[in-house]
């Protein structure tokens, strides 16, 4: 197997893996959300005064915008490491495709002995 296969492959692993444990910890985390608004202390029915609660409300908002920025930037890095990758490939196909191509055949008997002679 060719080495540009095998990072491809490593890389679209690395890219499941990460969107697969990403969608978990955002479940967990929306899971989470729900039965803490659920209970009596996100109703307001105990000890959380208002701004406690506008603070908890920011502080679910910036998380989430976190989350949804970390997931950008290492999507963009994965597109990055695959056109890294991609390059040494196409490289190889020009080079393969350039040595594999045929040169013309001598026309006559002068050009034959020539290149019999190099």
Same mark, same amino acid.
């Given at each position: 197997m060719e080495q540009a296969t095998m990072l491809k492959q490593i890389i679209n692993f690395n890219k499941t893996i990460f969107n697969n444990a990403f969608n978990a910890m955002t479940m967990l985390q929306e899971q989470? *959300? +729900?039965m803490a608004n659920m209970s009596p202390m996100g109703q307001g029915i105990w000890m959380m005064p208002g701004e406690g609660r +506008?603070? #908890?409300d920011e502080y679910v908002k910036v998380y989430q915008k976190g989350c949804r920025d970390f997931k950008k930037a290492v999507e963009e890095n994965f597109k990055k490491a695959e056109e890294f990758f991609a *390059?040494? #490939?196409k490289e190889k196909e020009n080079v393969t495709k350039n040595t594999t191509e045929k040169k013309p055949a001598p026309k006559n008997a002068a050009e034959k002995e020539n #290149?019999? +002679?190099k």
């Open positions: 989470m *959300e +729900k +506008k603070f #908890v *390059e040494p #490939v #290149v019999t +002679k």
